[in-house]
């Protein structure tokens, strides 16, 4: 299984969430960071065994970003479109066999126990694409729709994390089942977080800086190949990154399970103080 496939049962932050390596100490251990010998108390609430670490965050990565799977699926629509343009030089069948292909793939993720989320956002971006390219009649307008997404998508890493709310901890979160506590209860997975958030949006903003140029001046054929072949090793530079720098971070603090266990908590202390009369 590579950095960010997910495991078999296909669930992020099921088992509860650390995204630490083995052996780090949780980062609401007290005294821990300062190097001070831990206690036989066990680990705190809402921490799970370190040996689970790698599987859930390989999970987490794997429902935020789609796995070698979703890379794929994102990339074989494009491909199609500028192979059968180049043979052609038709945009209505290259825009139908691309939206055709997508929705392939999309339906073939639902029958195989895919989310919908990762089965149809490709084909909603596909679809977007062709309906530019029919609309202007020129081929480079089919990636003009994700050109301009990656460039905001760029700036919003950027900006987010210097506003102190590293986008990735933002999608991550919840997946770790975390929430937002890393903000103020966690500064090295807040740390790790603004690395993750810097590495996305600048190499995503040296995609834009390449390609679009590419799309005023190159012949279309040309700038959709150029696409394809810049498809996936960008994204899977950004999400080799994420998963080494969330590897070398603290584990994150499971909120829900610590809420879980308040409210137990607090109804065992609601019960305990009930008359025995009316306990009966």
Not at 15 to 24: D, L, S, V
Not at 46 to 55: C, E, F, I, K, L
Not at 230 to 255: G, S
Request: aromatic fraction near 10%; avoid cysteine.
């Amino acid at each position: 299984m590579t950095s960010f496939q997910k495991p078999a049962d296909d669930r992020a932050g099921g088992t509860g969430a650390t995204g630490g390596p083995p052996g780090a100490a949780p980062a609401s251990a007290p005294g821990d960071a300062a190097g001070r010998p831990g206690t036989d108390a066990g680990p705190p609430p809402g921490d799970v065994p370190q040996g689970d670490s790698h599987a859930v965050t390989q999970a987490a990565m794997a429902e935020a970003f789609g796995g070698i799977r979703g890379m794929v699926e994102t990339t074989v629509p494009g491909l199609v479109f500028v192979l059968v343009y180049t043979i052609g030089s038709d945009i209505k069948p290259s825009a139908i066999a691309a939206l055709g292909v997508s929705l392939l793939l999309g339906l073939t993720r639902l029958i195989t126990g895919g989310t919908f989320k990762h089965a149809f956002s490709g084909v909603f971006g596909v679809a977007i694409g062709v309906a530019f390219a029919n609309m202007t009649g020129n081929a480079k307008d089919f990636y003009l729709p994700g050109l301009l997404y990656g460039l905001g998508l760029a700036l919003a890493y950027i900006l987010s994390t210097l506003a102190g709310m590293p986008l990735i901890g933002v999608i991550l979160g919840p997946l770790f089942r975390e929430n937002l506590s890393w903000r103020t209860r966690n500064p090295g997975r807040k740390k790790a977080y603004a690395k993750a958030s810097w590495a996305w949006g600048l190499i995503f903003l040296a995609k834009s800086a390449i390609l679009f140029p590419l799309y005023f001046w190159a012949d279309p054929k040309e700038f959709g190949w150029v696409i394809v072949a810049l498809k996936i090793p960008p994204l899977l530079l950004a999400v080799t990154l994420t998963y080494i720098f969330l590897k070398q971070a603290p584990p994150p603090i499971d909120v829900i399970a610590e809420a879980e266990a308040e409210e137990k908590a607090q109804a065992e202390r609601e019960k305990r103080g009930q008359p025995a009369a009316e306990r009966d």
